[in-house]
């Protein structure tokens, strides 16, 4: 046999420190050759060189270009997928027309061998084939990434280009390939190499269609030798993938095949080792709505995430044009815990799993949703950054900000009852959703709701509709009076429902924000019941006058100081009706909100959130009470008069607490007694 050192057009260089390389013409015309060429190709090729006359391209293949290693098997298992895919799709072209059997991927592991083979019976490749996909093509990718590496840019372009076969340099010390053409007459070749850039090639004996590529691997990738450790990345990343893979064997429990009975009459249960089928070869994202009942979607859910409570309702996505998606999206319940719903997207593009954290991919409100997004127009060895730069992952996120707007409408169409019943669980996405997406907010704005204390829930113009006769103040301004817990305010909420006023539940964490988004795009106010006496909240053109005198008010002011933290507590008059209590704690509605953005993060004032909690004390100069405590001569029944009303007021507020609640107590006591 003639041995030859191949000399062909790829070559690299290297300079200085820096290495690149550079493609020759023949990569770009590739012909199909003959089999009998082929042949003449292989007694000639037993040796060659993969056209590196530098040091080897793989330590920077394995240093650089993907931070996890694990991914060779996914590309390895995904390539022999597609090499079963390409022979169904033959097969039915008829361009193949031999019995297909089962198709079927085999990951086998030896731990003895120290070796991991992925076998397929897909198409094979002959000769020439593995010449022009092994030495060459897949090589474009080495030189693409080498490139790049030469402008220094390295880190940026980790995992932007996908080196699919050579991934398996990363683990192994020695690849080898055995393959067998589906093509009538093709011969068997088995390639190899250490990943330096030499290869071999030689004609071999193998029966079976298809292709095994044996990885031997290396002594710093034994992790990879271990059976656990396989099988959680083949069920990460093969999990969904259409060809079924088999991974090793399992027991199982099946009947007895003899009938025997056991003592209850039924047929007796033997143990039986089947193969171990790791994944589900046709997820329910890929079926069509209509195959698929409420139960087929829950049970898909608990695939993905197995024990965790059911999800609310779903949205299945099938998009052609102008892309390719399919996916079904999941709305959890949230229950005001944001943070860990996210991260539950996964992504695929075309079954092969690629990632879980789709942050920056997805619009971020998205992110609180789960799923699966598949798309084979999201390239698959790809960087966030470079995902994020994608013109189709750009369409994507948009197309389904729209889906889920247009599903939430509809929900709320067909039934509002039901809607309803899920406000509790979805208002935090939607209102993040409205407020990190202008387009999100003008699709949502006719479904999104408001809840009142009474339970009832209302659309933005029905709320305004509702509240328009008696909370207009005397500036033609709608003001909507709410709450953060209706039992923290139910004294506030009280005297407000009892001047008809109507008291909205804004509890969500989000609820600062929303309220300041709201109010800019509904031209109306909010204030929340303790932000200020009922008169000042929504003001009327009715002055009611003072029985005090300015004066009287003078000398009472000290008094009233004398029993408070001056630190804490502003005491200030009002003239307020007979009926409104004698005494309120009020907290400026712009503190507030800018200490509560604060503590959220984002907006508000940076030294807002390190202020101390304010209040006004609200002495309400027309009640009856406040003249009796200034006529009272006796200095003792003054202050306990005094105080008992400000405790009063501190507790309809939630703010009377530790030693100066006993003392209310006691004093209580002591005053019915
Ligand atoms: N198991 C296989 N059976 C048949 N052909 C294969 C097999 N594995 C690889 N090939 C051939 O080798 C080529 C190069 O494979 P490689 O994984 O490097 O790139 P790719 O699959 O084309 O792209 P990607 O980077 O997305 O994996 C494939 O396109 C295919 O033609």
Redesign the pocket.
């Given at each position: 046999m003639i041995v030859v050192h191949q000399t062909s057009d790829l070559s690299f260089f290297q300079m200085e420190k820096t290495i690149f390389c550079h493609i020759g013409s023949k990569l770009s015309v590739a012909h199909p050759l003959t089999i009998t060429e082929s042949e003449q190709k292989i007694k000639a090729m037993q040796q060659g060189t993969i056209n590196i006359q530098t040091e080897n391209i793989f330590p920077i293949i394995k240093k650089f270009l993907y931070s996890d290693t694990e991914i060779f098997l996914r590309?390895l298992v995904s390539?022999?997928v597609?090499?079963s895919q390409k022979l169904r799709t033959l097969s039915k072209t008829g361009e193949f027309n031999q019995e297909i059997k089962d198709l079927r991927v085999e990951v086998i592991l030896d731990k003895d061998a120290k070796t991991i083979t992925v076998r397929?019976n897909?198409?094979?490749?002959t000769a020439d084939e593995v010449e022009k996909?092994?030495n060459q093509?897949?090589f474009s990718?080495a030189k693409e990434f080498a490139e790049k590496y030469k402008d220094k840019d390295a880190n940026a372009m980790i995992g932007a280009f996908?080196?699919?076969?050579?991934s398996a340099f990363m683990v192994s010390e020695k690849v080898r390939i055995q393959?067998l053409s589906y093509q009538d007459g093709a011969k068997a070749v088995e390639w190899e190499s250490d990943g330096s850039p030499q290869f071999s090639m030689k004609e071999i004996e193998k029966n079976e269609r298809g292709?095994d590529?044996i990885l031997h691997i290396a002594e710093d990738s034994t992790e990879f030798l271990e059976e656990a450790r396989l099988n959680e990345i083949l069920s990460k990343y093969c999990k969904f993938l259409p060809i079924e893979i088999k991974f090793g064997t399992r027991k199982t429990f099946v009947e007895d095949p003899s009938g025997e009975k056991d003592e209850n009459g039924n047929v007796k249960k033997i143990e039986k080792e089947i193969d171990n089928i790791i994944n589900n070869t046709s997820p329910a994202w890929n079926k069509t709505p209509a195959d698929l009942t409420e139960e087929d979607y829950k049970n898909f859910y608990n695939e993905l995430y197995p024990f965790t409570e059911d999800p609310l309702f779903h949205i299945h996505l099938n998009v052609d044009y102008p892309f390719n998606l399919t996916g079904i999206l999941y709305f959890p319940r949230l229950k005001n815990n944001m943070e860990v719903q996210k991260n539950k997207i996964q992504l695929y593009s075309n079954q092969v799993f690629i990632t879980d954290n789709v942050e920056n991919i997805v619009p971020d409100f998205l992110n609180l949703l789960h799923g699966v997004i598949d798309s084979p127009d999201i390239p698959?060895?790809v960087s966030r950054s470079y995902l994020q730069a994608d013109s189709n992952v750009k369409k994507i996120s948009n197309h389904i900000n729209k889906k889920v707007a247009d599903k939430l409408n509809q929900m709320f169409k067909d039934d509002r009852e039901d809607f309803q019943s899920k406000w509790d669980d979805i208002e935090v996405f939607i209102q993040y959703g409205m407020l990190s997406d202008d387009k999100f907010y003008d699709r949502s704005e006719k479904f999104a709701l408001l809840k009142n204390t009474k339970d009832e829930y209302f659309t933005f113009e029905e709320y305004k509709e509702k509240i328009k006769a008696a909370q207009t103040d005397k500036n033609d301004k709608l003001v909507c009076l709410y709450t953060h817990s209706a039992d923290a305010h139910h004294a506030l909420i009280e005297n407000a429902n009892d001047r008809g006023y109507d008291v909205l539940v804004m509890d969500s964490p989000l609820a600062s924000h929303y309220i300041q988004k709201l109010e800019g795009k509904l031209n109306v106010s909010f204030a929340r019941v303790d932000a200020d006496t009922l008169d000042k909240l929504i003001q009327k053109d009715e002055e009611i006058p003072s029985k005090l005198s300015e004066k009287e008010q003078e000398n009472l002011k000290p008094i009233f100081e004398g029993n408070v933290n001056k630190e804490k507590y502003v005491v200030q008059f009002e003239s307020l009706s007979e009926t409104e209590k004698p005494v309120q704690i009020t907290q400026s509605e712009f503190m507030r909100r800018m200490k509560e953005q604060q503590a959220l993060g984002g907006g508000g004032m940076h030294m807002m959130g390190s202020l101390p909690e304010m209040y006004n004390l609200v002495v309400n100069s027309n009640h009856p009470l406040i003249s009796k405590i200034l006529g009272e001569k006796n200095e003792e029944k003054q202050k306990d008069l005094t105080k008992q009303a400000i405790d009063l007021a501190m507790l309809s507020n939630g703010l009377l607490q530790g030693e100066e609640l006993t003392k209310f107590i006691n004093r209580s006591l002591e005053l019915i007694d």
């Amino acid at each position: 046999m003639i041995v030859v050192h191949q000399t062909s057009d790829l070559s690299f260089f290297q300079m200085e420190k820096t290495i690149f390389c550079h493609i020759g013409s023949k990569l770009s015309v590739a012909h199909p050759l003959t089999i009998t060429e082929s042949e003449q190709k292989i007694k000639a090729m037993q040796q060659g060189t993969i056209n590196i006359q530098t040091e080897n391209i793989f330590p920077i293949i394995k240093k650089f270009l993907y931070s996890d290693t694990e991914i060779f098997l996914r590309e390895l298992v995904s390539n022999a997928v597609d090499a079963s895919q390409k022979l169904r799709t033959l097969s039915k072209t008829g361009e193949f027309n031999q019995e297909i059997k089962d198709l079927r991927v085999e990951v086998i592991l030896d731990k003895d061998a120290k070796t991991i083979t992925v076998r397929d019976n897909g198409i094979g490749m002959t000769a020439d084939e593995v010449e022009k996909y092994i030495n060459q093509i897949a090589f474009s990718g080495a030189k693409e990434f080498a490139e790049k590496y030469k402008d220094k840019d390295a880190n940026a372009m980790i995992g932007a280009f996908g080196l699919g076969f050579y991934s398996a340099f990363m683990v192994s010390e020695k690849v080898r390939i055995q393959t067998l053409s589906y093509q009538d007459g093709a011969k068997a070749v088995e390639w190899e190499s250490d990943g330096s850039p030499q290869f071999s090639m030689k004609e071999i004996e193998k029966n079976e269609r298809g292709t095994d590529i044996i990885l031997h691997i290396a002594e710093d990738s034994t992790e990879f030798l271990e059976e656990a450790r396989l099988n959680e990345i083949l069920s990460k990343y093969c999990k969904f993938l259409p060809i079924e893979i088999k991974f090793g064997t399992r027991k199982t429990f099946v009947e007895d095949p003899s009938g025997e009975k056991d003592e209850n009459g039924n047929v007796k249960k033997i143990e039986k080792e089947i193969d171990n089928i790791i994944n589900n070869t046709s997820p329910a994202w890929n079926k069509t709505p209509a195959d698929l009942t409420e139960e087929d979607y829950k049970n898909f859910y608990n695939e993905l995430y197995p024990f965790t409570e059911d999800p609310l309702f779903h949205i299945h996505l099938n998009v052609d044009y102008p892309f390719n998606l399919t996916g079904i999206l999941y709305f959890p319940r949230l229950k005001n815990n944001m943070e860990v719903q996210k991260n539950k997207i996964q992504l695929y593009s075309n079954q092969v799993f690629i990632t879980d954290n789709v942050e920056n991919i997805v619009p971020d409100f998205l992110n609180l949703l789960h799923g699966v997004i598949d798309s084979p127009d999201i390239p698959l060895n790809v960087s966030r950054s470079y995902l994020q730069a994608d013109s189709n992952v750009k369409k994507i996120s948009n197309h389904i900000n729209k889906k889920v707007a247009d599903k939430l409408n509809q929900m709320f169409k067909d039934d509002r009852e039901d809607f309803q019943s899920k406000w509790d669980d979805i208002e935090v996405f939607i209102q993040y959703g409205m407020l990190s997406d202008d387009k999100f907010y003008d699709r949502s704005e006719k479904f999104a709701l408001l809840k009142n204390t009474k339970d009832e829930y209302f659309t933005f113009e029905e709320y305004k509709e509702k509240i328009k006769a008696a909370q207009t103040d005397k500036n033609d301004k709608l003001v909507c009076l709410y709450t953060h817990s209706a039992d923290a305010h139910h004294a506030l909420i009280e005297n407000a429902n009892d001047r008809g006023y109507d008291v909205l539940v804004m509890d969500s964490p989000l609820a600062s924000h929303y309220i300041q988004k709201l109010e800019g795009k509904l031209n109306v106010s909010f204030a929340r019941v303790d932000a200020d006496t009922l008169d000042k909240l929504i003001q009327k053109d009715e002055e009611i006058p003072s029985k005090l005198s300015e004066k009287e008010q003078e000398n009472l002011k000290p008094i009233f100081e004398g029993n408070v933290n001056k630190e804490k507590y502003v005491v200030q008059f009002e003239s307020l009706s007979e009926t409104e209590k004698p005494v309120q704690i009020t907290q400026s509605e712009f503190m507030r909100r800018m200490k509560e953005q604060q503590a959220l993060g984002g907006g508000g004032m940076h030294m807002m959130g390190s202020l101390p909690e304010m209040y006004n004390l609200v002495v309400n100069s027309n009640h009856p009470l406040i003249s009796k405590i200034l006529g009272e001569k006796n200095e003792e029944k003054q202050k306990d008069l005094t105080k008992q009303a400000i405790d009063l007021a501190m507790l309809s507020n939630g703010l009377l607490q530790g030693e100066e609640l006993t003392k209310f107590i006691n004093r209580s006591l002591e005053l019915i007694d």
